[in-house]
């Protein structure tokens, strides 16, 4: 069956780098995607990685993609207190239409 | 940009209402879903629908029903509001391209209370 993990929480300075990590167990995944929910708030699309792709960078953010250890990771440079929210990470299936979603990483960026 | 708008922030109802939660997406998207987020739970996927009148049941059902009318709008419907409906609830969008779906683009949810 599909699963995707996350860690609960991580906390960073503001200005250092985070990495958020994700697994997942369904080798057929075709697309995996980031988003991010401020609070009280939906969820915003970060960005999405192909599976045949291992890294994917967009500005700050930064996608990498081992698809051995079937290991998703997002990294943000120089990270901002704006950039305090929860993180899912989802993956979607061969010609699926549902997202299965990670429980979500809470990043606290301190000043 | 891709607009998916929910009808609602809050809104509170109670047992025994029939509530409705309106979605409408101006990106002209095949699918349309519907999650509920609850704490411990993560999000959990209510129905989605593919088409107009089309519709598929997701991992929690049961409780709720859907109507797509139009391409546009995917009707979230409480028949009988219980007080484990107490939920934050997204709608989401995407466009269908082959056998491939692009990504969800999800509104900002309503948070609704059953009293």
């Known amino acids: 069956g599909e699963d995707v993990e996350q860690s609960l929480f991580l906390s960073v300075r503001e200005g250092d780098s985070s990495v958020i990590n994700c697994t997942y167990t369904d080798s057929s995944s075709t697309y995996l995607y980031w988003y991010k929910q401020e609070p009280g708030a939906g969820l915003q699309l970060l960005t999405y990685i192909f599976s045949n792709m291992d890294m994917k960078q967009d500005q700050r953010l930064t996608v990498l993609l081992n698809k051995k250890d079937k290991h998703l990771s997002l990294r943000i440079a120089d990270t901002q207190t704006g950039d305090s929210a929860i993180y899912f990470c989802a993956e979607i299936l061969n010609a699926g239409n549902m997202l299965t979603f990670g429980g979500g990483t809470r990043l606290m960026v301190k000043p | 940009d891709v607009k998916v708008t929910q009808s609602s922030r809050y809104l509170v109802k109670r047992t025994g209402e029939k509530v409705f939660l309106e979605c409408v997406q101006d990106m002209d998207h095949e699918n349309m879903f519907w999650y509920r987020q609850d704490p411990g739970l993560g999000l959990r996927l209510i129905y989605f629908s593919y088409d107009v009148k089309m519709k598929e049941k997701g991992d929690i059902p049961e409780g709720y029903s859907v109507s797509r009318e139009k391409k546009e709008r995917f009707s979230l419907i409480l028949e009988s509001a219980s007080t484990n409906q107490t939920s934050m609830y997204l709608c989401?969008?995407?466009?269908?391209?082959?056998?491939?779906?692009?990504?969800?683009?999800f509104g900002d949810g309503t948070r609704l209370s059953i009293l």
């Open positions: 989401a969008s995407s466009y269908q391209r082959g056998v491939y779906n692009q990504p969800q683009h």
